[in-house]
């Protein structure tokens, strides 16, 4: 049974940063990605990792977030810096374009 639960998420002020992880479990996955969705918004796609570690970013986060993976310990992670209050959502796990976590809240404020 396919299993991907996020942690790492909270209230941060802006300007801070957090780390957002993705532990998976069930199958061995290629591709990784993490989405977010704010409220009244359509689910968007934020970074992409393959198996090999090529990555892909979002335009609105390229330069502030990170995207990497353990292997090892079927993990995917979320750097995420200098953070926006824009950049509050609730933030997904994806594996391979075809299982979703639970999510978790991201909430950038004063």
């Known amino acids: 049974q396919v299993q991907l639960v996020e942690s790492g998420g909270g209230l941060v002020q802006p300007g801070g940063s957090l780390r957002l992880s993705c532990a998976a479990s069930g199958s061995i996955f290629s591709a990784m990605a993490w989405y977010r969705q704010a409220p009244g918004k359509q689910r968007e796609l934020v970074a992409t990792i393959t198996s090999g570690g090529v990555t892909n970013y979002a335009d609105s986060v390229k330069g502030r977030f990170t995207i990497s993976r353990d292997n090892a310990k079927s993990t995917v992670y979320l750097q995420m810096n200098r953070l926006k209050s824009e950049d509050t959502a609730v933030y997904y796990c994806?594996?391979?374009?075809?299982?979703w976590g639970q999510g978790t809240q991201v909430t950038v404020s004063s």
């Open positions: 994806r594996a391979d374009w075809a299982f």
